[in-house]
């Protein structure tokens, strides 16, 4: 045989071997269901800041997450270093509504790894009890400030759920089920808190309508640990939902309490109440069956339901335990273009407006509020609870946390990584061990990002990061954040028993569990 047929060979063998060996290991999702090419991709990955930089886009130009996020989300993941050398490239001087955070002259400093007081999980426990105004029989303090958000099986992956669900137990942080009901995947040791959707999915009768018995029964048998009502989400407000005919699988079924094989339709709107007064006593009807906190998760549109939802917790005592606002940057598996672009406040303003609205009427510390809608990085996360938020809920980043690539493609169920689809070949590339401490190092670490810039501000809690210690830039000029967002001293901060309790938490030994 000729030479070149020997080397033709030899590199046919070659190949076969990365074949193999891609199949077969564990890793990295994008190998396992596309070997060989796949490497394409991690290759031009390597070699894309040089190309962006003369050809494409710059580091912060891309959408919805730029490269400088996902690769601070992938390298904090992965546990490898997340740090960017040589100052920044962003014109901080350009950019409109840029925040920037006004550190303290003497900030505190926290225990150095090996010292004693560190705590290698960098625990960051919520400055309030979810519950505890209204005292549900099952009112507690959620351990960690960062959670994730909803996502349903049957929009993620089997394999992605159970990954989030290990890694939020990992973590110490609660798992949002989404919408779509609580399945086999959400079972894995991280505790949840229940999403129930206009489809009362997991809860339904046999024509579509809300059974309590059925609810308490699901309750009953997972570990949850709080109840979200959806009223509708910043990507897609107030239309509905479809989950095509081809993805009711079986399974999926038999979750959602639908029949196999046909279309699943969210309704618009809920049919077990119809306005504030009727939402107020189904809260408390589905608290008083379990002694759950209950929560209402909405994005902001007109203002006059959260004028009025206020004003009837102050005068008739009923309320939800905690409120969830997502901004209408937020995202989802599908919706049209224009319900995604141009339906809903921007987290900021939506939720400011709701804030202030609580704040007037004397009813804001008596809430736990959510913050949702890209928070998942550390000065957008510390906006957010300078602005009166308790807690962050994470989605998509915890997606690039367990291997999404922001390949747009979650409405087509054509996911290259297996997080965003029912395909079981694409799927089986995800694997749900390793990924899910991918989920936990990247919650952790951004715990420890907000711990630092909370120390630096010289603050123990990023909670007790007060809005004037953030102001946002506006070409030359700046401006306090407390005045672009209308507040009045000290709204934002969590009441003074809270504020209390959660700086002697901090300074409690590493190995002190947080306080029911």
Known sequence: MSAWLWVLLAVAAFLVVVAIYDVFQRSRAILRNFPVIGHLRYLLETFGPELRQYIVTSNDEERPFSRDQRRWVYASAKQENNYFGFGTDNDLEQKTGYVIIRHATFPL??????????????????????????????????????????MSYGSLSGAAIEALNRGAALAGALHNTGEGG????HRHGGDLIWQIGTGYFGCRDDAGRFSLERFQATVASAPVRAIELKLSQGAKPGLGGLLPAAKVTPEIARIR?????????????????TDVSSLLDFIERLADATGLPVVIKSAVGEMAFWHELARQMRQTGRAPDFITIDGGEGGTGAAP??????????????FASVYRAFAEEGVHEDVVFVGSGKLGFPETGLLALAMGADLI????????????????????????????????????????????????????TLRKDLLQLAHACGQPHPGLVPLDAIDIIEGLARRPAREVFG???????PPEDDQRAIAALMAAPATAAPAA
């Not at 639908?258 to 077990?272: E, M």
């Open 109 to 150: 400093t926290a225990p150095a790894k090996g010292q004693p007081g560190h705590d290698p999980d960098h625990r960051v426990p919520c400055a309030k009890i979810l519950g505890g105004t209204r005292g549900r029989a099952r009112a507690f303090r959620p351990a960690s400030i960062v959670n994730t958000s909803a």
């Open 182 to 185: 609580i399945s086999a995947h």
């Open 257 to 273: 309490g639908v029949p196999v094989g046909q279309d699943v339709v969210s309704p618009a709107a809920h049919s077990a109440f």
């Open 337 to 350: 273009l224009v319900f995604a672009d141009h339906v809903a406040l921007p987290w900021k303003l939506g």
């Open 393 to 444: 809920a994470v989605a998509r980043e915890a997606m690039l946390a367990i291997g999404c690539i922001q390949a747009q493609r979650c409405h087509s169920g054509h996911c290259p990584t297996g997080v965003a689809t029912q395909n079981r070949w694409l799927a089986r590339g995800l694997d749900p061990t390793l990924k899910a401490a991918r989920l936990a190092r990247y919650l952790v």
């Open 487 to 493: 507040y009045q001293p000290q709204w934002g901060m």
